[in-house]
């Protein structure tokens, strides 16, 4: 009966969860929620971020823990132009996030997301249409302030590095079995026409989004990954 009772629920709550923000607004809070990020003291380390191809944010990510709990959440992802990542930070690709649970929130709770992306084998897993994180693509959750450089092993091996901030306290979080996609219908409505991802961050094909640009621009201008890494 608490099961049923929890489902239909569930059904009355994920309408609400659904209304679409426009894609302007997702990009402003995207780029809000970094910006807060980047300012916390001794949080994300400086290094890790000057040796990431790519950035995925997403702002209040919704979580219901209604007996088999779910999430749903909507950002976006940013990369580094140029073939080897080594250029400026290019516009935004929309992207969603999906779980069946998600182990730190609690339910009802918005919790904001921010994805590393360290190196091309990462970025391409993103670029697919849908990939499953852990599955698809090797995740850990990323060190913070000083113990970064202690943990230079992990995130070597991680393709990418997820990071939660939630109630003011900011983390490395996993996100092991949470789908991340592709959110097609927010790039065509962002870009004017049907669009991938692969042609917004390889192509160059993309616009938009200056604030987060400008805030990853002036947050970290160069790749300063081993350019062995890149090839």
Known sequence: MRLITGF??????????????????????????????????DALPKELLNKAECVVVLPSVKKFALGFGG?????????????????PWGAPAMYRLEGGSIGLQLGGNATDFLLLVMNPGGVESLLRSKVKLGADAVVAAGPKGR??????????????????????LFAGVSLEGSTLRQDSKSNETLYGNKITAQE????????????????????????????????
Do not use: H
């Open 71 to 87: 999430s749903y959440g909507r950002g976006a992802l940013v990369c580094r132009t140029g073939k080897n990542f080594t250029g």
């Open 8 to 41: 239909l629920t569930l059904i009355m709550v994920w309408p609400v969860v659904l209304i679409a923000e426009t894609e302007q607004e997702r990009l402003a809070d995207s780029a809000q929620v970094l910006e807060e990020i980047l300012n916390i003291p």
């Open 147 to 168: 113990a970064a450089m202690a943990a230079t092993d992990a995130y070597m091996r991680a393709e990418i590095l997820t990071y939660s901030r939630s109630r003011g």
């Open 200 to 231: 917004i961050v390889r192509d160059g094909k993309g616009g938009g989004g200056q604030r987060l640009v400008s805030v990853l621009q002036n947050a970290s201008p160069r790749n300063e990954s081993d350019p062995v890494s890149l090839k």
